[in-house]
């Protein structure tokens, strides 16, 4: 598959954004060659803001700039995006009711190198818990790419979700995204595996040939947005395929596996469920490919957990 920088695509995506619309601004905390946008600050360099390593002035930042009318993204580490920032994005910027794009990069286990102080499995359990808040990880760098676009069209809080590095494009340029909305990757009637972000979409969709070559047809669903969830979708296939396993890069309990459970109980669908994350650990340094066999993150371990449906 053809691959591109997921730092690019949100990069490209703002300038384009930018030069749409006088109102979109962007904040960094030192971070802006690490991100890409240093790009849109040669740009637009009275609407890009260095605010220093310091991540939650930062945020407080663009709470000032979204009442003021002005459409600011702001981005750092997941680490610093859901931890240090978490009071002042929860009051300054949603509480308020404003209107502050934050984006974490390098979730989970892509942090690599970065050990556990920055490898954030707990951002979107946090990130969940805040009422209103739209959650998104895109899979690859059109989604992104749309699901920027989108969030600047929406009014109010949006948390972003994407790796820094290169990933697989899965969807043609001319793909349409809505927040809330999920895609059907693959059609299997025999399990349904619900995948969040780059990294465990393609490790569901190497789970689900491998299923295939033991007989068992499996749906692969690329979430995109963990909050809105796409029920509609979660409960056809729930109802279809009686077998759900989630798949998140990220803390199994509060997040993805969380959402699913609850609605699914909730709506009183009887199915076998297995969640695919980590479970209620710190991180560590290693590379990707250690620190998915590590966490269990891998196609190896999403084929077990649906087998073990069976």
Known sequence: MEKKEMRA???????????????????????????????????????????????????????GLSAAGRIPFAATFGSFAGRRDYDQFFLSANYARLNVKLVGTDPGVTAKYNGGTHMPFEDLVLMRAIPGLCVLEPSDPVSLAALVRRSAELYGCVYIRMPRGSADILYPSSESFEIGKSKVLRRGKDVAIFALGALMVGEAIKAAEGLAL??????????????????????????ETGRVVSCENGQASGGLGGAIAEYLLEEGIPIKFARIGVRDEFGEVGTQEYLQERFGLTARKIEEAALSLA
Do not use: C, H, Q, W
């Open 9 to 63: 695509a949100y990069a490209e995506t703002l300038i384009e954004l930018g030069r749409e619309n006088p109102d979109i601004v962007v904040l960094e905390a030192d971070l802006m060659r690490a991100t890409g946008t240093a790009s849109f600050a040669k740009a637009f360099p009275d609407r890009a803001f260095n605010a220093g390593v310091a991540e939650a002035n930062m945020v407080g930042v663009a709470s």
């Open 214 to 239: 033991r007989g068992m047809a499996a749906s692969v669903i690329d979430v995109l947005s963990l909050k809105p969830l796409d029920l509609d979708t979660l409960f056809a296939l729930a109802r």
